[in-house]
T-cell receptor, first 112, second 116 residues
């Protein structure tokens, strides 16, 4: 069983719609959660981090964390073609390695 | 966040040769890492670069193949030795200001390596 799982996609949404990206993790000791965006041929860039249950909003992005159900999601409102990229979920656990575990990423395509 | 630069940005190398990739950060950071990302794949951690001591390698990666240096808190190098076409990949330097649970990792722009 993979520690951090993401649907590889591609997830295709029309411009202006809400894109919902999901990530599940297996380690109940996980404490910190990160979303990265990676454009083709570029390196990952941090979008958001979340540490507590609930929602965290930053502009068009909302991260949602549910530790009981062991999932974290990223919502992108008013999706734009420029949001087309691969989104990586990363998870850190408390008390263990300080290195996050990355999921394989979900490819998002926003079509005009 | 720290500004990270890598050199070279890309290279094409012959089988059997070696390439050294440099990573420079504009501020002191506690943690520096080297990742590999093959086409269409996710990130694979090669090693943690430790200042003043040997790097900590992940399973499947060895020092003879991927020697790493970290002379100070802002600079590290990764050498890909005796290259084969299977080493063709993007190599990414990553840093974190500290090793805390909330400390975020940031990535450099990457080095795209093609081995012929």
């Amino acid at each position: 069983q993979k520690e951090v799982e993401q649907n590889s996609g591609p997830l295709s949404v029309p411009e202006g719609a809400i894109a919902s990206l999901n990530c599940t993790y297996s380690d109940r000791g996980s404490q910190s959660f990160f979303w990265y965006r990676q454009y083709s041929g570029k390196s990952p860039e941090l979008i958001m981090s979340i540490y507590s249950n609930g929602d965290k909003e930053d502009g068009r992005f909302t991260a949602q964390l549910n530790k009981a159900s062991q999932y974290v999601s990223l919502l992108i409102r008013d999706s734009q073609p420029s949001d087309s990229a691969t989104y990586l979920c990363a998870v850190k656990r408390r008390g263990g390695s300080y290195i996050p575990t990355f999921g394989r990423g979900t490819s998002l395509i926003v079509h005009p | 966040s720290a500004v990270i630069s890598q050199k070279p940005s890309r290279d094409i190398c012959q089988r059997g040769t070696s390439l050294t990739i440099q990573c420079q950060v504009d501020s002191q950071v506690t943690m520096m890492f080297w990742y590999r990302q093959q086409p269409g794949q996710s990130l694979t951690l090669i090693a943690t670069a430790n200042q003043g001591s040997e790097a900590t390698y992940e399973s499947g990666f060895v020092i003879d193949k991927f020697p790493i240096s970290r002379p100070n808190l802002t600079f590290s190098t990764l050498t890909v030795s005796n290259m084969s076409p299977e080493d063709s990949s993007i190599y990414l330097c990553s840093v974190a200001s500290d090793r805390g649970i909330t400390d975020t990792q940031y990535f450099g722009p990457g080095t795209r390596l093609t081995v012929l």
